[in-house]
């Protein structure tokens, strides 16, 4: 039995290209005690995945060169040497990037998709939707009548983040997106104004779609975003430092924000965060959340990619914007 | 009888020169029933002021064009209309740069001088003392055992900052200033390590002093100060944004910092502040900056500038940094 795995042939310099990802086929080991085999159904592919191709100490270790990608994927299991999983259960676990895996057990966890699809456990459910909430709950947290504006908001954690802050009483929240396809997406979501961060300064955009300033600025994109979000917070203004997708193929550091010092005056907050050491928050996320979906108030949309073998295309146009909501692959 | 005052001739437009300035002597109002004419003796001039003189809407109002500027002194009652104040009260108060003022009493308050000399209330008991403290208590709390960074570590603020941190538990304490003399006077105050910004990248220079990393930065500078100190903070590192003298005089924004994309990964937290939000620290910061003075534990110095018509000088002086600790003008 044979595993095709997409390996990191080389690290990108600046934007990845498909030269740095290899398609190989592997042997799949005989099952230890404790572990299952999984095969793949879908794959997630996220943009902090670009920070681990650098060879560079970070809040995770970097991929390695010649061995297999990981990332959030669901499968279903297939043979199991763990009392704790039968053959047939849906899990999900972190050794995406191929179609069929070994892991122990413990590594995985059983999904109920009774009442949601399991794709929900990649967005609303899963990364995204934690990291959505943990940024409007913990990092810059929003009080009811509040204006937000979140960027890349009709990405996974954008779109949730706008909805998420509708549904706990924020009084506008504004998007930012990157075409005028996805600002009609994004006002579709519910957010009370968006515009295309192309139609020229995304600081006069954000003055138009938010005349009286902003209290929150949830920012998945950083650069320019960020130094016009903070021109425009109010005093004691929040900002959520989530991603900074502008930031990860430059090959030279972008001069930006170069207003910060505004922040004293201001008395801004601005906190970096990385979802994984929020994990005590996640049984509060996931009864709002499970509420939310069951009830409609929630809308989340997938782009999907079809086959293991188009899994960089599929992240490459993550990373130039060609989707909507969550970006999946399906094996 | 006639008041002489410094009055805001017209706004700085980059470095402030002598010509923004101009002494004007006025009549001295008569006493309205609960005010007081107080005779000033000490002037402070400190870095926010030039913030002041610019035209823009920020935490406090712009001093305006033909009036006097304002800001801490003490002085001593020589009239009072008030039963709350005797002549021979020495007083601190926010009308400086001026010899005399009339001003109500409650805006006033009486100084016990029994155990420190006046000016310890424009000094350690007074607005840098308070600002030191609540940057390190409650901005960017520092933990015993932790690596501080400060800059502006010559100055008011940045000197105390340093001993509050070493009282209060510090590890290292790491200090940069302006020249081989200030540097030799930071280490005098107990830092650790200090460096001259002069000597090359304040990058390297923080690398070679704190080869570890810092956990905490209190921030007086801005630009490549705060990039620097972006780079060498651990995880979970706090910043307290409290001046950006770099950026003050600037014309045009200064394109730092550029890696604040590492607060993500890094999970750090940057945090603007303006003391006059913590007025309810301070109760506990004079019980604890009291005792420290009576133990002889902080150290704190005065640059003195003699005469009301040199207190613009005084104040080009504290921006070029020609001061060792508090800078003060003698009326």
Redesign the interface.
């Known amino acids: 039995m044979k595993a095709r795995e997409i390996h990191l042939a080389s690290r990108p310099a600046g934007w990845p290209v498909p030269e740095n990802f290899r398609l190989v086929e592997v042997p799949v080991p005989p099952l230890e005690p404790g572990q299952v085999l999984v095969r793949n159904q879908v794959l997630s592919v996220d943009p902090y995945m670009r920070?681990r191709m650098d060879d560079v100490k970070?809040?995770m270790p970097p991929f390695q060169i010649d061995a297999p990608l990981e990332g959030a994927a669901i499968g279903e299991v297939i043979a199991s040497e763990s009392p704790d999983r039968a053959v047939g259960d849906v899990v999900v676990h972190n050794l995406g990037w191929r179609d069929l895996t070994v892991l122990p057990a413990a590594r995985t966890r059983v999904l109920d998709t009774t009442a949601v699809p399991a794709t929900a456990y990649l967005g609303p459910l899963g990364g995204p939707g934690l990291t959505a909430y943990v940024g409007l709950v913990e990092i810059a947290p929003m009080k009811p009548g509040e204006t937000v504006f979140v960027s890349g908001a009709a990405g996974a954690v954008g779109s949730l983040a706008g909805q998420i802050a509708k549904l706990r009483g924020a009084a506008r929240v504004v998007g930012s997106a990157g075409s005028a396809a996805k600002v009609e997406y994004v006002r579709g979501l519910g957010f009370d104004a968006a515009f295309d961060y192309h139609d020229g300064p995304v600081r006069a955009r954000l003055r138009e779609a938010a005349p009286e300033g902003i209290d929150v600025y949830f920012d998945n994109v950083?650069g320019e975003h960020?130094e016009a979000a903070i021109s425009a917070l109010h005093?004691h203004g929040r900002v959520a430092?989530?991603?900074?997708i502008a930031?990860y193929n430059a090959t030279e550091?972008?001069?930006?924000?170069?207003?910060?010092?505004?922040?004293?005056?201001?008395?801004?907050?601005?906190?970096?965060?990385?979802v994984t050491?929020y994990g005590h928050l996640a049984p509060a996320f996931y009864a709002e959340m499970t509420r939310w979906l069951r009830e409609g108030r929630i809308r989340y949309d997938e782009t999907i990619v079809d086959g293991l073998e188009n899994t960089p295309d599929a992240f490459l146009g993550l990373l130039r914007g060609t989707n909507l909501g969550k970006m999946l692959v399906r094996v």
């Open positions: 920070g970070s809040y950083g960020l005093v430092l989530c991603g900074a930031h550091p972008i001069p930006a924000p170069r207003n910060l010092s505004l922040a004293i005056g201001k008395q801004l907050t601005l906190r970096g965060f990385i050491s």
